[in-house]
């Protein structure tokens, strides 16, 4: 694990004064998520199982797409690529933590808080909850409740090892061979 991997997935670049476009993290991600929604919801329609609404859940599923909802907060968050790993391990481990599963009516709110959560803790510069809010497309006080809401539901453990971050890096790595075929 290490370098290839990180290249692979557009972490880093080989070269850096070069950019072939945006980071292949966006549509891997994205693709992960989509692919989880799927199953998810598939799930749930054949066990006639209600998923019980949280303050992560909208009344209807957004019309932007996954992939655009992550470039768009990448591009006006101006976070790095790694911190869309750090973040989708955030969702992970709060999914988990809650007993919950994705589905296209909680994952923009998931997306955009565990993103808050991963710049704030991972990068020098970030900004106000109420800048995220508007590229979020929710309301400050609706991401303070988020962010809340999910710092709680994770015993407020930001910290992620190497370890871990290499392990999340590899399946999503096998997860971008995978939908190359």
Same mark, same amino acid.
């Given at each position: 694990?290490?370098?290839?991997?990180?290249?692979?997935?557009?972490?880093?670049s080989?070269?850096?004064?070069?950019?072939?476009?945006?980071?292949?993290?966006f549509?891997?991600?994205s693709?992960v998520?989509?692919?989880?929604i799927?199953?998810?919801?598939?799930?749930?329609?054949?066990?006639?199982?209600?998923?019980?609404p949280?303050i992560?859940?909208?009344?209807?599923?957004?019309? #932007? %797409?996954i992939?655009?909802?992550?470039?768009?907060?990448?591009?006006?968050? =101006?976070?790095?690529p !790694?911190? @869309?790993?750090?973040?989708?391990?955030?969702?992970?481990?709060?999914?988990?933590?809650?007993?919950?599963?994705?589905t296209?009516?909680?994952?923009?709110?998931?997306?955009?808080?565990?993103?808050v959560?991963a710049?704030?803790?991972?990068e020098?510069?970030?900004?106000?909850?109420?800048?995220?809010?508007?590229?979020?497309?929710?309301?400050?006080?609706?991401?303070?409740?988020?962010?809340?809401?999910?710092? #709680? %539901?994770?015993?407020?453990r930001?910290?992620?090892?190497?370890?871990?971050? =290499?392990?999340?890096? !590899?399946? @999503?790595?096998?997860?971008?061979?995978?939908?190359?075929?």
């Open positions: 694990m290490g370098s290839r991997t990180y290249i692979s997935l557009g972490l880093e080989c070269n850096k004064s070069i950019s072939a476009g945006p980071p292949k993290i549509s891997v991600l693709f998520l989509e692919k989880s799927q199953k998810n919801e598939k799930l749930l329609k054949s066990s006639k199982c209600k998923n019980m949280t992560f859940h909208s009344s209807i599923a957004p019309g #932007v %797409s992939k655009q909802y992550i470039e768009r907060i990448f591009k006006y968050s =101006n976070c790095s !790694s911190c @869309l790993v750090v973040a989708y391990i955030y969702m992970d481990k709060f999914l988990q933590q809650v007993g919950d599963c994705l296209s009516l909680n994952v923009h709110r998931l997306l955009i808080t565990s993103i959560l710049a704030k803790y991972v020098d510069e970030c900004y106000s909850n109420g800048y995220y809010a508007k590229v979020g497309g929710v309301s400050k006080e609706e991401m303070n409740r988020m962010e809340m809401r999910f710092l #709680v %539901s994770i015993d407020f930001l910290h992620v090892s190497l370890e871990t971050f =290499n392990r999340y890096c !590899s399946q @999503l790595e096998i997860e971008q061979n995978a939908a190359a075929k």
